[in-house]
């Protein structure tokens, strides 16, 4: 079982920047990928924001996040970072932190940390 912890959410302005921080529960961590996805409001789907690969950091977006969003970490290590420049009141959601299993499936999700945006 890994347990994820994220951390680093807030309220920001139009324009602002936040880092988001994610550490998992000190396991060395073998999966496929890790990555960010958000919940823009209770009861809506949680949509992909960005992953990274385990193997060679390959990282892929979501096109509403590209060239604002960074996503970064030491997989291996469990520990996973998300820069967002440039926010948006659209940015606003509940921001999860994932974990993979070998195969790729995300079985494996933080409990979220609140961002919004004020326009």
């Known amino acids: 079982q890994v347990q994820l912890v994220e951390s680093g959410g807030g309220l920001v302005q139009a324009g602002d920047s936040l880092r988001l921080s994610c550490a998992t529960s000190?396991?060395?961590?073998?999966?496929?990928?890790m990555g960010w996805f958000r919940r823009r409001a209770p009861g809506k789907d949680e949509e992909f924001v960005a992953?990274?690969?385990?193997?060679?950091?390959?990282?892929t977006y979501a096109d509403s996040v590209k060239g604002r969003f960074t996503i970064s970490g030491d997989i291996t290590k469990g520990m996973l970072y998300l820069q967002m420049n440039g926010l948006k009141p659209e940015d606003t959601a509940v921001y999860y932190c994932?974990?993979?299993?070998?195969?790729?499936?995300?079985?494996?999700w933080g409990q979220g940390t609140q961002v919004t945006v004020s326009s």
């Open positions: 992953a990274i690969r385990r193997t060679d950091s390959t990282t």
């Open positions: 994932v974990a993979s299993d070998h195969l790729g499936q995300y079985l494996y």
């Open positions: 000190g396991r060395t961590f073998y999966g496929y990928r």
